[in-house]
């Protein structure tokens, strides 16, 4: 069994609008999973979608408290790690800048060692009108198709990068 990520109260998949749960098995050591994760600047080379990624308080990785900004499908984000424990478990609290309905994200990731690896679980829940609308109404199951592509395509860029540190 898969350990999940840890929902403050307001955030929990229970009470919120909008929820996805993606997982991969990744044949790479959490380590190396984690080292492309907390790269946050750097996403956009293995996720090209994430290419508007700029850490706001000094940092050059994801830690926490680490405030940061994002652009994520046309629309500019803050956000804060909340949990942050290394080659485990990273989260983040998100508002959407300049929404006035106050809708928030709260986005968790969590890597298990596995024999082979580890596995790589994410969970999002959106709370708020402007999740509602843009995912909820506009594009239902983007989230999840998101997400989606963004484990796989960390899951090959951690298998890549362990294959070049076991030569």
């Not at 968790?108 to 959106?126: D, F, M, R, S, Y």
Request: aromatic share 10%; proline share 5%; hydrophobic share 40%.
């Amino acid at each position: 069994m898969y350990d999940h990520v840890i929902w403050p109260a307001q955030y929990d998949p229970k009470i919120s609008a909008i929820y996805a749960l993606n997982d991969i098995d990744v044949k790479a050591p959490p380590e190396v999973v984690w080292k492309l994760l907390i790269d946050a600047e750097h996403w956009s080379r293995y996720f090209p979608a994430e290419n508007q990624v700029r850490i706001l308080s000094g940092e050059s990785e994801l830690a926490l408290g680490t405030r940061y900004h994002r652009v994520t499908v046309g629309y500019p984000m803050s956000l804060t790690v909340t949990e942050c424990i290394p080659n485990r478990r990273l989260a983040w609290a998100t508002t959407v800048d300049g929404d006035e309905t106050g809708s928030t994200a709260y986005h968790g990731w969590v890597i298990t060692p596995t024999n082979a690896g580890c596995h790589l679980l994410t969970e999002e829940t959106q709370q708020g009108e402007f999740f509602l609308d843009v995912i909820g109404r506009r594009h239902p199951g983007a989230l999840y198709c998101y997400h989606q592509d963004w484990v796989e395509r960390l899951a090959l860029a951690a298998e890549a990068e362990a294959a070049k540190q076991a030569v």
